[in-house]
């Protein structure tokens, strides 16, 4: 869908590239006014790798299917290519999108807000591997690990380098839409976004979709790893008792990519606040955006359809204030659940899922005086 918002084409016909938000490894956001089309270009896609990106050779590289199975299989990219493929749009975020807007200012990688995005996932669903490999009855979760590994950074550290692993429960690990990907968007994945394979994980926040994936282990236990315990953990209470958990859905969460931060509008004109929606465990169904820095509400429009676990974009137009000043602009989510996103960031969560509003605060210029 191409449209006028925020005062120019949502279309971005150049893609300006992405802002660095560490060199090696590469991690980098879009920018995310340059919000356009539902499906983000695979050049403004952001990247979040915490080790090197490992050069694996796709004719020699095996992905396995062990553990608690009846028959391990170790499939070939080839192999993998030759199954019946299914495609799914999703979104991804990365559960630390959002956390340079954290008042203090919280450890890790600064993201904005660019650090999510939409795209077109091509693979072969993990269930129908699964049921070649046959799960023991007794398997719990799949863990998924991927080629690369170095030294993590956040405390507590395990010894020694180590793998990114991450498990998905075997209820999730069955639904059709958990893809083993070998195509973004219609091309094969670059070597950052994990080529030759990786998971999709739809729903579930960016950290659940290993990239790189060389191994599937069917599992009888809980798996505990560093990426699921030290990080991207969060504490949940169990009968007053603080139990730390896997973070897994993304929360219901909207923001806004025009205007941009400290912007400067002209007064009394036309302009279309533009932004989107998502979440993983309901569908993103009212957007309300503040023009007041949250005294009161108006309702915007959605754009695109219910597509679950793809985001909505959507829009509100706004006639800017006749009085020049800082005006605070926040979007708010409303879920099909009825849940809108909370006011404030929810501490149990460390630096992860920063879903409440973010304020953009933009200026309203002074009418120029003719002569
Ligand atoms: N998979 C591996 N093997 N290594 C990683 O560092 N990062 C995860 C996930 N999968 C990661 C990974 C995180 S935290 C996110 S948000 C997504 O990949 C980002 O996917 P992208 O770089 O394709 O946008």
């Known amino acids: 869908m191409d449209m006028e918002t925020g005062n120019r084409s949502g279309a971005v016909a150049d893609p300006v590239g992405l802002i660095i ?23 403004l896609f952001y990247i979040r790798s915490h080790f090197p990106t490992p050069k694996l050779d796709p004719v020699a590289c095996r992905l396995s299917i062990r553990g608690a199975v009846h028959r391990e299989l170790r499939l070939s990219y080839a192999e993998i290519r030759a199954m019946p493929a299914r495609t799914c749009v999703a979104t991804l975020e990365c559960a630390g999108n959002g956390r340079v807007f954290m008042v203090p200012p919280a450890p890790g990688a600064q993201w904005e807000l660019g650090a999510v995005g939409n795209a077109e996932w091509t693979g072969v669903s993990l269930a129908m591997l699964l049921e070649r490999a046959g799960l023991a009855d007794d398997v719990c979760e799949l863990v998924l690990e991927g080629a690369d590994r170095g030294v993590p950074k956040e405390e507590p550290k395990p010894p020694g380098t180590i793998s990114y692993a991450r498990s998905i429960s075997r209820a999730r690990a069955m639904q059709d839409d958990v893809l083993i990907a070998w195509q973004m968007n219609g091309q094969d994945l670059t070597p950052d976004h994990g080529y030759p394979m990786r998971a999709i994980v739809p729903g579930h926040y960016g950290m659940a979709s290993v990239k790189w994936l060389t191994d599937i282990v069917a599992s009888t236990q809980p798996f505990h790893g560093y990426w699921q315990t030290s990080d991207y953990g969060y504490w949940d209470d169990s009968s007053g008792v603080p139990v730390r958990r896997p973070l897994a859905e993304m929360k219901l969460k909207s923001q806004i990519a025009r205007p941009r931060v400290y912007e400067t509008l002209q007064p009394g004109r036309p302009y279309t606040i533009f932004g989107a929606a998502w979440a993983g465990d309901t569908d993103a169904t009212e957007i309300w955006i503040s023009l007041d820095g949250g005294e009161s509400w108006v309702q915007g429009d959605f754009l695109d359809p219910i597509n679950r676990h793809a985001w909505r974009r959507w829009k509100y137009d706004w006639i800017t204030p006749a009085k020049p000043g800082r005006y605070t602009l926040l979007a708010r989510a409303t879920g099909a659940d009825q849940r809108v996103q909370p006011d404030r960031h929810d501490p149990n969560f460390g630096s992860y899922v920063i879903d409440h509003p973010l304020p953009i605060e933009v200026f309203v210029a002074a009418l120029s005086q003719p002569g």
């Open 21 to 43: 938000r560490q060199k090696d490894p590469n991690n980098l956001e879009m920018p995310f006014d340059q919000l356009g089309d539902f499906i983000t270009p695979s050049e």
